[in-house]
């Protein structure tokens, strides 16, 4: 029924139903019931459009083990088909380098690909192939040759170059390459994306002045294009060339007055920065910023540190002009640097100043710092605080709160503050019952001070509190002990 049904498939567009037939079939494990529906479509059109496609797919689904002699045949075929189109042409080749191995062709295909290449005269895209073929078996001298030869060609066009920087690239030959997409940028002289990458291939393979020579072509060219500018002073800087790369940053970032193109003018106050110019990195951050798309704050906290501002970084956003959310993600930024640092004091007091900042994961930030820093009074209280103004119950701000509190009675037990403990195990067992470690700890202190009906109290508030089987048993076990 399907081969009836693609039968009434008028024959120009029966192209894509016979090969998802094929495939379908193909799944189902009969590839050769897959061959016949494509033969059968080969045969009802003479449109080599609609017969190169199918005959390439075709030779795709002939067997491994099949006759070498019948697979060539197909091959031939095939490149009758393609004809002078250089499309088709290209295409039988790159199938013919796909398949020649599987189809145990080796030799027809080295032989096919000499005699269109003709030692130089024939098709660039035999040229193409051959360099891929060479590559692929080893034979470096000759894939040279062949490369400098087609090189040479004045009719090897944009993509023939393009696959030929694609083939040497993943033949790991740079230098090759490199001239490849020379060849490229002369063909393309409007597309300052391959000079660039031309340039920094020079620079790779140890041809510094002349990748110089192009970045300094595409300089006078930004003159004309600041949309360039940047990304010429940015591969200035790759190269090792900062005065050039500072000089182009500069007038690339005069020419925009509104930071359109905000991402140069952030590349240009890093570069500032690092060569510790931090007025000029300054104001050129304030420059970016102008465009409120801008977001990226953390370049301004990267200013602050190298200034030693960040103290008194407040102050120094107002320069700004940030809309409030992005002053909002500066103090968190700040908040961050801080917390890296070890400035426990430094980052709580931010919070101190701003507590809307205290949600999401930040609670659980303030209890790791806190620890790790010893400040727990300032980091409870920040965090009570911020949970009497919650208008809501705060999940995040309550777990931390409770945890902070038994780890901070563990510090004070072992400098022998019992009371101290005592006041803190309760407040958090009180805000969270269900903290075992808190729960555990309290009603070992009220045991031990003969208050074992508080205890007990403790270890059943956590009981009905938890969702954690584990840990109830082991609650279970201590209150057991408690009663005994």
């Not at 797919?57 to 075929?77: H, S, T």
């Not at 500018?229 to 900062?242: N, Q, S």
Request: aromatic fraction near 6%.
């Amino acid at each position: 029924d399907a081969f009836i049904a693609l039968e009434r498939i008028p024959a120009a567009v029966q192209v894509a139903p016979t090969l998802l037939f094929a495939e379908a079939l193909v799944a189902k494990g009969d590839t050769k019931q897959a061959r016949g529906a494509v033969l059968q479509a080969i045969a009802r059109s003479p449109d080599v459009r609609v017969s190169f496609p199918l005959q390439s797919r075709l030779i795709e689904l002939l067997p491994m083990d099949g006759q070498p002699a019948a697979a060539w045949r197909e091959f031939r075929r095939l490149r009758a088909l393609a004809g002078e189109a250089t499309e088709f042409i290209s295409g039988y080749f790159d199938l013919l380098l796909v398949q020649a191995s599987r189809l145990k062709l080796e030799k027809e295909c080295a032989r096919e690909l000499e005699v269109e290449w003709a030692g130089g005269d024939g098709l660039p895209a035999a040229g193409l192939a051959l360099v891929e073929w060479q590559l692929s078996r080893g034979d470096a001298a000759a894939a040279e040759a062949t490369c400098a030869t087609l090189l040479a060609r004045a009719d090897a066009g944009e993509t023939v170059m393009h696959k030929l920087v694609d083939a040497l690239d993943k033949a790991k030959r740079p230098e090759l390459a490199a001239k490849a997409k020379e060849r490229l940028a002369r063909l393309t002289p409007l597309n300052h994306d391959a000079s660039l990458d031309l340039a920094r291939r020079l620079h790779q393979v140890g041809q510094t002045p002349r990748s110089q020579q192009v970045l300094r072509e595409l300089a006078a060219r930004a003159i004309l294009n600041d949309e360039i500018a940047g990304e010429v002073a940015k591969a200035f800087l790759e190269i090792g060339l900062p005065a050039e790369a500072r000089k182009l940053f500069a007038e690339a970032v005069a020419a925009d007055r509104s930071a359109r193109n905000y991402a140069v003018h952030l590349q240009y106050a890093r570069l500032l920065r690092e060569e510790k110019d931090l007025a000029g990195s300054r104001q050129a951050l304030i420059s970016a910023f102008r465009n409120p798309a801008n977001r990226e704050v953390g370049e301004i906290v990267a200013y602050l540190a190298a200034a030693n501002r960040l103290e008194e970084f407040e102050r120094e956003l107002t320069a700004f002009e940030l809309a409030p959310e992005l002053r909002s993600e500066v103090r968190r930024v700040v908040f961050k640097e801080h917390e890296t640092a070890g400035r426990a004091e430094a980052a709580f007091a931010i919070i101190g100043e701003h507590p809307e900042l205290l949600e999401g994961d930040l609670p659980a930030r303030m209890r790791a710092l806190a620890v790790k820093s010893g400040a727990f009074a300032s980091a409870t209280a920040l965090l009570e605080r911020g949970l009497a103004e919650s208008p809501l119950e705060n999940d995040a701000i309550t777990k931390s709160l409770a945890s902070l509190y038994g780890e901070w009675a563990a510090v004070e037990l072992n400098a022998l503050q019992v009371d101290s403990a005592m006041t803190h195990l309760r407040r958090g067992h009180e805000l969270r019952p269900d903290d075992f470690p808190v729960a555990r700890l309290l009603s070992q202190l009220c045991s031990e001070r003969g208050d074992r009906k508080t205890a007990a109290a403790t270890l059943d508030a956590f009981i009905a509190a938890t969702t954690d089987a584990v840990e109830r048993e082991k609650a279970r076990q201590l209150l057991r002990r408690f009663r005994s």
